[in-house]
């Protein structure tokens, strides 16, 4: 059976483009989200996140009449599942949107239909959604008991684009498929193959699950060593930029770059789930989350020795800059900023900061005495700290700098 509906729960970012790229092939999409806001605005071809080009798609599969947003899901040939799945105490994952997006499609299932998980998850939970879906549906069978020969096909497809790329990614990236049987991963290898440029590689769910899981932890890893060397070089007086450029030029090394954490809704999640199954396994990619969110704190410190460092030469309060809130460079995005952590600490105990952010118009609520300002007054300031690598300050002058007491998270001015 052809695919030419689709329901995608969730519509983020990761669930608005995917909804965005399907309509834009010509396929029946119904996007749902609980949030009336967004669906308000999806629906006058208007969009409530930051992504590139993302506008202009919307608005032109809305008006082609290809894209509904509702806050309920319809019938459909296949689902997607791409709602969040944040960590809860102690670093457990919480499940509980997803669990509630299953839920929800449950009542408009019917045979023949795909249901794809794309939401980063624990291994295991692609089958436990086709047990929930079982206990809410036993007039239809599905693949955890019934193998190839199921009503309902269920696979997991983990989203691995980046975000600021998430147009172009979604198309040309390869894309890992898991289904709970193989008839499942065929069947959601057509539903993938409608968008995707790239390879579509045939893998079982728990696999598939475990990749996504895997990338991003080899990746938070990578970083925690550049942490770690930045902070090792402060200690030695080396300038950790010069020597991982240097490190860089042996043909099998390849250093990423220090920052003030990590942040974002992924690198700094996804390695829990690993860690919350296999605990006693899972020592260093452990290591690695608590030295990435240790960095915030040590940049906490350099920032207080440099507030006393200009009080002591000056003999006077300095007034500090913070350019730069979001997660990384030219992205919006504010969730699990380090750079966000860092203002809201400083935020009521340093009279005279103010936070430059050229990609939020409103500052986050959490702010309370740090206001945000353009980028010409916050460079009036006697303290300019560096905390994302946006383009805006990458191109400020050595001139701008010269007489300011700096602070360069990323290294971007060196
Ligand atoms: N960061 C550093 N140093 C670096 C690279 C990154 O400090 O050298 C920091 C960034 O500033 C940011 C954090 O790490 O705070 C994460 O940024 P990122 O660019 O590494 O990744 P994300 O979170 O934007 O997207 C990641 C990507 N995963 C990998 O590269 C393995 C993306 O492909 C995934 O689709 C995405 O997670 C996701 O949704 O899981």
Avoid at 127 to 156: C, K, N, W
Avoid at 232 to 254: Q, T, Y
Avoid at 347 to 375: R, T, Y
Wanted: charged share 25%; aromatic share 6%; proline share 6%.
């Amino acid at each position: 059976m052809n695919i030419s509906s689709v329901c995608v729960i969730g519509l983020g970012y990761i669930g608005l483009p995917t909804a965005a790229v399907l309509a834009s092939r010509k396929v029946r999409v119904y996007g749902v989200d609980i949030n009336s806001r967004a669906v308000d605005s999806i629906n006058q071809g208007k969009i409530h996140i930051v992504e590139p080009d993302l506008d202009i798609l919307v608005h032109s599969v809305v008006n082609e009449g290809y894209l509904k947003a509702s806050t309920t899901p319809q019938c459909a040939d296949a689902f997607v599942i791409a709602v969040p799945t944040p960590f809860k105490n102690h670093f457990q994952p919480d499940l509980s949107y997803v669990e509630a997006a299953a839920r929800s499609i449950a009542p408009f299932l019917a045979k023949g239909n795909l249901v794809v998980l794309e939401s980063t998850s624990p291994v295991g939970t692609t089958e436990m959604i086709s047990s929930l879906l079982a206990e809410m549906r036993p007039d239809l069978t599905f693949p955890h008991t019934e193998g190839v020969s199921a009503d309902i096909s269920i696979a997991y497809c983990p989203e691995r684009v980046l975000p600021g790329h998430i147009l172009r990614e979604l198309v040309h990236n390869a894309r890992v498929i898991g289904g709970v049987s193989p008839s499942c991963t065929e069947r959601a290898t057509e539903l993938y193959k409608l968008f995707v440029d790239g390879e579509c590689i045939a893998t079982n769910s728990r696999t598939a699950e475990m990749c996504k899981l895997t990338e991003n932890s080899f990746r938070d890893v990578n970083i925690a060593f550049a942490n770690e060397l930045s902070m090792i070089c402060d200690k030695l007086d080396v300038n950790v930029w010069e020597l991982i450029k240097l490190a860089n030029r042996h043909p099998r090394v390849n250093i990423l770059q220090p920052g003030p954490g990590v942040g974002g809704h992924c690198i700094a999640v996804d390695p829990w789930f690993i860690v919350a199954k296999t605990p006693e396994e899972s020592r260093l990619i452990k290591t690695a989350r608590e030295v990435n969110d240790f960095k915030p704190q040590f940049v906490i410190k350099k920032i207080n020795e440099l507030q006393k460092k200009f009080e002591s030469e000056k003999g006077k309060a300095p007034s500090i800059a913070f350019l730069g809130l979001a997660f990384k460079a030219n992205i919006d995005d504010l969730r699990e900023s380090p750079a966000l952590h860092i203002v809201e600490y400083f935020d009521g105990k340093l009279p005279d900061a103010v936070a430059v952010e050229p990609n939020i118009q409103e500052p986050p609520k959490s702010l309370k005495h740090i206001k945000l300002v353009g980028m010409e007054q916050g460079l009036n300031s006697d303290i300019i700290v560096l905390l994302v690598d946006h383009t805006e300050f990458k191109q400020l002058s050595k001139e701008t700098l010269r007489t300011k007491f700096v602070l360069d998270t990323r290294g971007a001015w060196v």
